[in-house]
C-alpha cells in the first residue's frame, strides 16, 4: 500500500476560494487613507503620509502612495469613515497593521502597493460590514438601468 503524501499541494474543498485565488473579494473604490511607515534612510524616523485605495477587500487593497515601500515592509494604515452616512455608527477612522506584498512604480515618484491587512483590520467585524457597505454602494452606483 503507497503511503500517503503529506507535502502534497492540497486546498480545502470547504473554504472555497474566488476565481482568482484571493480570499475575499476585491472590488473597485477610489478611498483616501494615511500611511505610517519607518522611512528606508533612517529607521529611526517614521513618516505618516496620504495614499489612495484603488480597489479593497476585507483582507487587502491595491493603492498609490509617494512612500517608498517595500515588499515585506509593515506599514499601519487608517482609513477614514467620516464621509459615508453611516459614519456615526463607526468609528472615526479604522487603524490597523498591514504587510506590503507587492509594488510597482508609477510616474511622478509615485509607488503601486499592494498590501495585506493584519488582524486587527481582518478581524474587526465592524471594518468588515463597512467594507460590505462600501461594495453595496459601489454596486448601486454602477448598476445600469434595464
Known amino acids: 500500500m503507497a503511503r500517503y503524501d503529506t507535502n502534497a499541494a492540497w486546498s480545502d474543498p470547504f473554504e472555497p476560494k474566488n476565481a482568482d485565488g484571493r480570499a475575499a473579494t ?8 494615511s500611511i505610517k511607515a519607518q522611512s528606508e534612510e533612517e529607521t529611526t524616523r517614521v513618516l ?20 517608498k515601500l517595500t515588499v515585506g515592509q509593515r506599514i499601519v494604515v487608517a482609513i477614514p469613515t467620516k464621509r459615508f452616512a453611516v459614519a456615526e455608527y463607526l468609528p ?4 490597523g497593521p ?5 509594488t510597482k512604480p ?18 474587526n ?4 460590514t463597512f467594507v460590505q457597505g462600501l461594495f453595496s454602494l ?9
Open 26 to 33: 476585491r472590488f473597485k473604490f477610489r478611498l483616501k487613507l
Open 138 to 146: 459601489r454596486e448601486a452606483l454602477t448598476k445600469k438601468e434595464d
Open 98 to 102: 498591514a504587510e506590503v506584498v507587492r
Open 48 to 67: 505618516i503620509g496620504p495614499g489612495i485605495i484603488r480597489n479593497l477587500s476585507v483582507t487587502g487593497a491595491w493603492l498609490v502612495t509617494k512612500h
Open 125 to 128: 467585524m465592524e471594518f468588515a
Open 92 to 95: 472615526a477612522m479604522f487603524i
Open 106 to 123: 508609477d510616474i511622478e515618484s509615485r509607488m503601486w502597493v499592494g498590501v495585506r491587512f493584519g488582524d486587527a483590520l481582518t478581524q
